[in-house]
């Protein structure tokens, strides 16, 4: 089924506008081997247009959500995947602090002087929503959510 065809130009620029396709993430196959040889390694694979139901499932797991609409009788489904990213992380130093403790040897109170550090992380999400009709992908778009701060001693 073409969704082009189904959809004249106007109509489709209205549901794609509207912002009901969105997503093409990626995700990896594993490879089996049943000889002794070793087996290559396969690429990471991409959903891409044209792809069926069972090639994304395969792919990308089941979606975070399914969104049915109906436009001009034609019936078609969002699929939405969501995935919290870490886009960095660094380890900070927020100074020093004495402590106290005893020396099992010795019984005596021991002062040592200890850095501090906290880890800092940019998180985000990765929204991705893809446009399916007749059981394929006709549309795809990837989005990252706002970063987040994430702070931790």
């Not at 694979?45 to 049915?68: C, F, H, N, R, Y």
């Not at 040592?112 to 549309?139: S, W």
Request: hydrophobic letters at 40%; one cysteine or more; a negative charge.
């Amino acid at each position: 089924m073409n969704f082009k065809v189904l959809l004249s130009k106007n109509a489709l620029s209205k549901l794609l506008g509207a912002g009901l396709l969105a997503l093409a993430s990626c995700g990896m196959v594993g490879c089996e081997t049943t000889g002794s040889a070793p087996a290559a390694q396969e690429a990471p694979q991409t959903v891409s247009k044209g792809m069926s139901e069972g090639e994304v499932l395969a792919i990308l797991g089941e979606p975070k959500s399914v969104d049915v609409i109906e436009q001009d009788g034609v019936s078609a489904e969002i699929w939405r995947y969501e995935k919290e990213v870490v886009l960095s992380s660094t380890i900070e130093s927020d100074g020093e602090q004495e402590r106290v403790f005893v020396d099992q040897k010795t019984g005596q109170f021991v002062k040592v002087i200890e850095p501090i550090y906290r880890n800092e992380k940019v998180k985000g999400r990765i929204i991705a929503e893809l446009l399916m009709v007749g059981g394929k992908v006709v549309a795809l778009k990837e989005t990252e959510g706002a970063p987040e701060l994430e702070v931790g001693h």
